[in-house]
């Protein structure tokens, strides 16, 4: 049981450039998410999924766009990456249903770095 | 604008000492608050959940308290050990779980020296 995997682990983009970060769950989870954390600042919510096909939008979701196509997967693309993209990103999941159930289980983190 | 804030930011102990972290936070009322360790180059990793009607959860050495009159709770270390060491994150969800807009703290970063 491998819980929540990240794709890749790091990453160096120039500006302008695109890259996909694959985030894994292997425990059914319904709900999957995307979160950036930079120094200083809490995490925050990129996009999130409720469901398999279904995607919204969180916090800060400008310049950035997911997919959920199968339940265990959630993709954030990056189309033109900037320098202010440059931050670790965690992806999460949870199941839905009761309070106690919405325990998020976060991945490793992809460190990305935009020059 | 709903909030949550933690003290202190730092903090240094010796190993085998106590300590205890606060959260203060606006969202009210909320659904359940949770308090979260991050190791250095890891994802964070569930300690504790409460709902708004509980006033202490435990963890093994960790006891997480909430007081909902004065919105805040603490999260207090027992016996710290060199392993204690990591940042401390205080989350709270908004009523209705919703899962799109939990409300995250910057977190406290506790040093553990021998």
């Known amino acids: 049981n491998a819980g929540v995997t990240q794709t890749p682990k790091f990453r160096v983009l120039k500006t302008g450039q695109s890259m996909t970060l694959l985030c894994a769950q292997d425990?059914?989870?319904?709900?999957m998410y995307w979160y950036r954390q930079d120094p200083g600042m809490g995490l925050r919510l990129i996009h999130y999924?409720?469901?398999?096909?279904?995607?919204a939008k969180g916090e800060v979701p400008d310049g950035y766009n997911v997919s959920r196509l199968k339940k265990q997967n959630f993709l954030l693309g990056l189309e033109s990456a900037a320098p202010s993209q440059t931050s670790v990103y965690f992806c999460?999941?949870?199941?839905?249903?009761?309070?106690?159930?919405?325990?998020?289980?976060f991945g490793p983190g992809t460190r990305l770095t935009v020059t | 604008k709903n909030q949550v804030e933690q003290s202190p930011q730092s903090l240094i102990i010796l190993e085998g000492k106590n300590c205890t972290l606060q959260?203060?936070?606006?969202?009210?009322?909320?659904?359940?608050l949770r308090w979260y360790k991050q190791d250095t180059g890891r994802g964070p990793v569930s300690l504790t959940i409460m709902t708004f009607s509980e006033n202490t959860k435990s963890n093994r050495r960790y006891t997480a308290t909430l007081d909902a009159d004065t919105k805040q709770s603490s999260l207090h270390i027992t016996a710290s050990q060199l392993s204690d060491s990591a940042s401390y994150i205080c989350?709270?969800?908004?009523?209705?779980?919703?899962?799109?807009?939990?409300?995250f703290g910057k977190g406290t970063k506790l040093s553990v020296k021998p």
């Open positions: 999924s409720v469901g398999e096909g279904t995607t």
């Open positions: 989350v709270v969800s908004p009523p209705g779980g919703s899962q799109g807009n939990l409300i």
């Open positions: 959260c203060n936070y606006t969202v009210s009322p909320f659904s359940n």
């Open positions: 425990m059914n989870h319904e709900y």
């Open positions: 999460a999941s949870s199941y839905a249903g009761t309070p106690y159930s919405y325990e998020q289980y």
